[in-house]
């Protein structure tokens, strides 16, 4: 699918992991930079972390060496393993692929899914 689909959430005790996912559909001619946005009730939407064409990654702060992004290039899907997780992790947190590629009908266009619910308890 062209618009992502994430996966994974629920609810989990401080200290616990989770593993959400992101899917999207493979196109000809086209690549993608995947994206993770988290927000909590009240708050802005803040950027968590990411994976990009050239297969490098990148992270917030706050959640820099307790969470791996990584991608399955097969399925068109990229993974957030959430380990540590803190009652601030607690957010909806949104995937969003940025479409590449000179023949790619979707180039430079972004699509947010629907998100997933990360709820992390005391």
């Known amino acids: 699918q062209v618009q992502p689909v994430e996966s994974g959430g629920g609810s989990v005790q401080a200290g616990g992991s989770l593993r959400l996912s992101c899917a999207a559909s493979?196109?000809?001619?086209?690549?993608?930079?995947m994206n993770w946005y988290r927000q909590a009730p009240e708050k802005e939407r803040e950027f968590v972390s990411a994976?990009?064409?050239?297969?490098?990654?990148s992270y917030a702060d706050s959640v820099k060496g307790r969470f791996t992004i990584s991608q399955d290039n097969a399925k068109n899907t990229v993974y957030l393993q959430m380990n540590s997780l803190k009652p601030e992790d607690t957010a909806m947190y949104y995937c969003?692929?940025?479409?590449?590629?000179?023949?790619?009908?979707?180039?430079?266009?972004?699509?947010w899914g629907q998100g997933t619910r990360v709820t992390v308890s005391s």
């Open positions: 493979q196109y000809a001619y086209c690549s993608y930079d």
């Open positions: 969003k692929i940025d479409w590449h590629g000179g023949y790619c009908r979707f180039r430079a266009m972004s699509y």
């Open positions: 994976v990009h064409t050239d297969g490098s990654a």
